[in-house]
């Protein structure tokens, strides 16, 4: 039951019954555990076992999420710590443009004719298409690069839930003179959302010497959309200059939660340990104390 409001999309996840459902899962599970390890070995002893059996295990598993296993891939476990977003510690890109202040940690934005196509960078340099595209670490590149293309759009040209274009008032007024100038002789109507923006150009790649870090680079155009007479979309007509951004990859720490995890489950499961030897060690000694009364000698039968 608390599982299932933990994951029920109408309970938020600051929600009470969402943040007590683990720790109450929990608590039923090893509870009934200690209860019936408590009647047979008491409380102090159950306890240690009971701490043994639970650390141990989550140490365990906590090895398999941290490090994963043969077929299984690392970062499978916890993904965050309570009070964080599932996505605090995944990985992500994050988009830039020439001249801002992120731009002043990357010196390789100063110099685009080092950044290289996506199949020398992934190491595919003549090689025939058929074969790169084919190949696993190439294509989970490509689908990283490809989010990188959307986070750069999605700043290059800010579009709202309705559909307009978040810019400032000189741009505004120079793609409207542009899209004035372009439009269309049998355009009837602007089209809804009137801007918008894609990559013109195939995104490069470099690996930043001064930080370390994989930096992507292409080249955004503004295109403005009419409507003909009968309703059908006219192509979209490029206003506007077209302008190179960027964006760095962010490797993210997805494997910090499980790593604290197994920490602090190996800490526990050592002290737990610890504790369950002492307490055996200490009914060795209270076996092998015992005080052993002297035998009554027989009284000798007077002559």
Not at 71 to 78: E, H, M, R, T, V
Not at 101 to 129: C, H, I, K, L, Q
Not at 222 to 236: C, E, I, N, Q
């Amino acid at each position: 039951m608390e599982l299932f409001l933990a994951v029920e999309s109408a309970v938020p996840a600051d929600h009470p019954a969402a943040m007590l459902a683990v720790p109450l899962g929990i608590l039923f599970f090893m509870g009934s555990c200690y209860l019936l390890l408590w009647s047979n070995y008491g409380a102090k002893k159950g306890a240690a076992i009971t701490g043994v059996a639970w650390f141990g295990f989550a140490a365990l598993i906590g090895l398999f999420w941290w490090f994963g296993a043969p077929g299984i891939p690392a970062g499978l476990g916890i993904s965050h710590l309570p009070g964080q977003g599932n996505d605090h510690y995944t990985e992500r890109w994050f988009a830039f443009e020439a001249g801002s202040e992120r731009a002043e940690y990357f010196p390789s934005v100063n110099n685009t004719g080092e950044f290289v196509p996506m199949s020398d960078y992934a190491g595919f340099a003549g090689v025939a298409e058929q074969e790169y595209l084919a190949d696993p670490g190439y294509t989970n590149l490509a689908g990283s690069v490809s989010q990188a293309l959307d986070r750069m759009n999605e700043q290059f040209l800010p579009i709202d839930e309705n559909g307009v274009a978040q810019i400032g008032v000189t741009r505004r007024q120079e793609l409207e003179e542009d899209a004035a100038a372009n439009e269309p002789s049998d355009a009837a109507r602007r089209n809804q959302p009137f801007y918008t923006a894609r990559a013109v150009s195939d995104p490069r790649l470099i690996d930043d010497p001064s930080t370390g870090l994989r930096v992507a680079t292409a080249e955004f155009q503004v295109f403005a959309t009419f409507v003909a007479a009968d309703g059908v979309s006219l192509d979209p007509v490029p206003v506007g200059e077209p302008q190179s951004w960027f964006a760095f990859y962010d490797p993210g720490r997805s494997w910090l939660p499980s790593a604290l995890w197994t920490t602090i489950a190996g800490v526990l499961f050592l002290v737990s340990l610890g504790w369950l030897d002492r307490l055996e060690q200490r009914e060795k000694r209270e076996e092998t104390d015992e005080v052993v009364e002297p035998e009554d000698l027989a009284v000798p039968i007077a002559q």
